[in-house]
C-alpha cells in the first residue's frame, strides 16, 4: 500500500507523461477503418455517463477482427475524461490478451480498487473467460462489411484508397479490387491495359469507357461483374487462370478457338444473357466448376464438356433455349451436382436412356457397408430435372408422360421431379438408400407403387398438389439423420408436405405422417446434430387433443418460466388448422408478397416467424379443404426467441406471445381457424413410442382423452 509522499510523487510523474504526450484525441483517428460505428456501440455499453459505480467491459471476437485497434481507438478518443492518479479514482483501465481467468484475477481482483466511474476494458478472445470473471457486459467486435474490408485491403496491399485513380501510370500492380456502385464517374479501361503484371483483378459495378485491348496474361483469378464487352482480348493467353467469373456480363463469346487452359478450376458466366456459345474446354483438364444458370441465348454445349474428368459442379438451370447437351456429360463420373431446371428443350427420353446406360452407374448394391465405401466415389449427390415447368389452371389437361426407370444413382441424395405429369414413378426410387430429400409435387400418378420402406436417411417428402393421387406409399420404418445434419440452404424444413391432394383419405394420410414425424422428433433428440425445426402439412379438419393449449386469436401470452431449466423439455410443436380460398378481391398487382401463413414468438415487440413451406398458388388450388400445419421448434430453437441482443437468457419472460398470423394475396385468402401449442417432454416421445407400430403411436398423437388436458 502506497504512503501519501509516494502517491505525490507518482501523480507528479504521471502528470508530466501526459503532458509531453499530450494524450487529449476527442475523436478516434480519421485512418481507422470500419471503427466508428463499433466505437459507438462500445460507448453505449460503458455507460460513461454513469460517474457512480465501476464497470468492467469485456471485448471478444476471433483473432485479427480488430479488438486491440477497437480498444486502442476508444482509448485515444475517451481517456481525456480520465483522471490519473495512484488512488485510481475516475480510472480507465485497458486490458489486452487475456487468454486465462486467473489473469484477470491477478490484474482485477477486486472492483473496489477502482473508485466510481471507472471503466476497465478487457480484451479476449474466449467470451467464456470474460463470463466466467463476471463482466458487466460483453461486447462482440463485429466483421466489417465489404466496402470497408475493400478499402482497408487496398491501404495495407496497395497504400492508397483507390487503385486504379492512384496508379493510372504504374505499370507494376499486381492486384485490383474495386466495388464502386454509386460513383458514377466512368474510369478509363485503357488503364488496365497497361498493367501487365496484374494477378488479381475483382471488378464489382464499376462503370467503364473506352476499349480493352489486352489484358495481363499473369492473371490468376478474375472476378468482373457486369463485364461490358462481347469479347475477352484476343491476345489474352489465360495460362495461368484459376478461377474466372464473369456474372452478368455481356459476353457473346470468351474467345475464339480453344485456350490452354491447365490452371483453371471454376468458371461462371452465369446470367450472362447474350452468350451464344460457350469455349472448347478440351484444354481445361482440372475444371471442377462451370456455371452457366440463366444463359438464356445459349443453344448448344460444346462437346469437349465430356473431357472434364474432374468436373464436380455443372448448373444449367434456365438455359431456355438449350436444345441439347453431349451425351458424354453422363460419363463424368466426379460429377456431384448437375442442375436443368428450365431446360425444357433437353431433356428427352434419349438422354434419359443414355443415363440408364452409363458405364459409371454400377448396379446398387443394398448393402449398407458398399454404400459406406461408395461414398467417396462421387457419383452423383444432388440432381434437378428440367420439370419446374410454369403451371396454369390448364395443368389438369395437361399431357401424361411417363418417367423411363431412373439410372441407379447410389450416392444421390436429392430427387427433385416435380410439376412434370408424371403418372407413374419409376419403382427405383425406393432403392436409392442414400436419398435424403424426395420432392413428387404436382403430378398426376394416381398411386406410388413403389415402397419407400428402406430410405431410412429420408427426412422430406414433398407430394402436395398431387391432385390424383389415392393412397400412400409406405414411409420408412426406421429413420436417421445425415450425417453432421448437413442441409442445403435455402431448401425447405425436413418433414412431409401433402397438400391439396382431395382424393386422399384424411386419417390414413395423418396417420401415417404424424407417425414418421415422432420418428424423426425421437431421432432428433437423440441426434448430436439436431435439426432446428419439423414440419408436417395434411388434411385434416380438427387440432389433436395432444396440443393441450388451444386459441382461436391470432396471439396468446406464453409463460415458459415452469421450463426454461428443466433439462427433461426438449422443445415446442405447434398446430393450425387452416384453408385457402379462392378470393379475387385479394388480388393487389405482380409485386406484391406471396400468400402465405406464419407462426413465430414475440419477445418485447421483436418478432421472428416461420412461413409454411408449400406452394400457396391460385391457379393449383381448385377445391376447398382444411389441412393442419405442424411444426416443431427444438429448446434451443425457442431459446433463441428468448435471448436479447447481447445472447444473454432473460429471466423477465412474461412478455413472451405466440402468434399465427395470414397474408392475403394474389387471389388467395387464407383462413385459420384455430391452433394450438404443446411443451414437448422426453416423456412424451417414449409414451408416443412405447406401443412400437406406427397405428399405436398415431393413437396416441391424436388421442382425444388426453391427461394434460384433463388435468389443466
Known sequence: ?????????????????????????????????????????????????????????????????????????????????????????????????????????????????????????????????????????????????????????????????????????????????????????KLMVEVLSKMSHLRLLILHEVKFSGSLNCLSNKLKYV???????????????????????????????????????????????????????MPDLGDAPNLEWLNLEGCIKLVHIDRSIGLLEKLIFLNLKDCKNLASIPENILGLSNLEYLNLLGCS???????????????????????????????????????????????????????????????????????????????????????????????????????????????????????????????????????????????????????????????????DCSSMSFSWMIQLLQVNNESPSSIDRINVVVPGNEIPKWFNIQSVGSSMRIDPSPIMEDNSWIGVACCAVFMALDDPTTWKNEWEPEPDIMIGFQNKGVGRYFGIPIILNRDLITVKSNHLWLIYFTRETFFDFVRNKDRILKKDVDDIKMEVLSNDAKGLRIEVKNWGYRWVYKQDLELLNQNGNSFARKRKFLEIENEAQAQS
Open 223 to 277: 472476378d468482373w461483374h457486369e463485364y461490358p464487352f462481347m469479347y475477352l482480348p484476343s491476345s489474352f493467353q489465360p495460362n495461368q487462370l484459376v478461377e474466372l467469373i464473369l456474372k452478368d456480363s455481356n459476353i457473346k463469346q470468351l474467345w475464339e478457338g480453344k485456350k490452354h487452359l491447365p490452371s483453371l478450376r471454376t468458371m461462371d458466366l452465369s446470367h450472362s444473357k447474350y452468350l451464344i456459345k
Open 345 to 507: 428443350k433437353v431433356f428427352n427420353k434419349q438422354l434419359l436412356d443414355k443415363a440408364e446406360n452409363a458405364e459409371h452407374l454400377k448396379k446398387l448394391d443394398m448393402s449398407e457397408a458398399t454404400l459406406h465405401s461408395q461414398s467417396t466415389s462421387s457419383i452423383l449427390k444432388w440432381i434437378m430435372f428440367p420439370f419446374n415447368f410454369l403451371y396454369t389452371r390448364g395443368y389438369k389437361d395437361s399431357a401424361t408422360c411417363l418417367l423411363p426407370s431412373l439410372p441407379n444413382f447410389s450416392c444421390l441424395r436429392e430427387l427433385d421431379i416435380s410439376f412434370c405429369g408424371l403418372s407413374q414413378i419409376p419403382n427405383a426410387i425406393g432403392c436409392i438408400l442414400c436419398l435424403e430429400r424426395l420432392n413428387l409435387g404436382g403430378n398426376n400418378f394416381v398411386t406410388l407403387h413403389c415402397s419407400f420402406k428402406e430410405l431410412s436417411k429420408l427426412v422430406y417428402l414433398n407430394l402436395e398438389h398431387c391432385k390424383h393421387l389415392k393412397s400412400l406409399p409406405e414411409l420408412p420404418s426406421r429413420t436417421c439423420l445425415p450425417v453432421g445434419g448437413e442441409f442445403l440452404i435455402g431448401k425447405k424444413p425436413p418433414g412431409s408436405y401433402i397438400f391439396n391432394c382431395p382424393k386422399l383419405c384424411e386419417r
Open 1 to 185: 500500500m502506497l504512503i501519501r509522499p509516494q502517491y505525490a510523487e507518482i501523480e507528479k510523474i504521471v502528470e508530466e507523461v501526459i503532458r509531453i504526450l499530450d494524450h487529449n484525441f476527442s475523436t478516434p483517428p480519421t485512418d481507422v477503418i470500419g471503427m466508428h460505428s463499433p466505437i459507438e456501440e462500445l460507448e453505449k455499453v460503458l455507460l460513461l455517463d454513469s460517474v457512480d459505480d465501476v464497470r468492467i467491459v469485456g471485448i471478444c471476437g476471433m483473432g485479427g477482427i480488430g479488438k486491440t485497434t477497437l480498444a486502442t481507438a476508444l482509448y485515444d478518443k475517451i481517456s481525456n475524461q480520465y483522471d490519473a492518479c495512484c488512488f485510481i479514482d475516475n480510472a480507465l483501465v485497458v486490458l489486452d490478451n487475456v487468454d486465462q481467468v486467473k489473469d484477470l484475477q491477478n490484474l482485477v481482483a477486486n472492483r473496489e480498487w477502482f473508485g466510481a466511474g471507472s471503466r476497465v476494458i478487457i480484451i479476449c478472445r474466449d467470451e467464456h473467460i470474460l463470463k466466467e470473471y463476471g463482466v458487466d457486459a460483453v461486447f462482440k467486435v463485429p466483421l466489417m462489411n465489404f466496402d470497408d474490408a475493400e478499402q482497408l485491403f487496398c491501404r495495407k496491399a496497395f497504400k492508397c484508397d483507390d487503385i486504379i485513380r492512384d496508379y493510372e501510370e504504374e505499370e507494376n500492380v499486381e492486384a485490383i479490387v474495386l466495388n464502386d456502385p454509386y460513383e458514377e464517374e
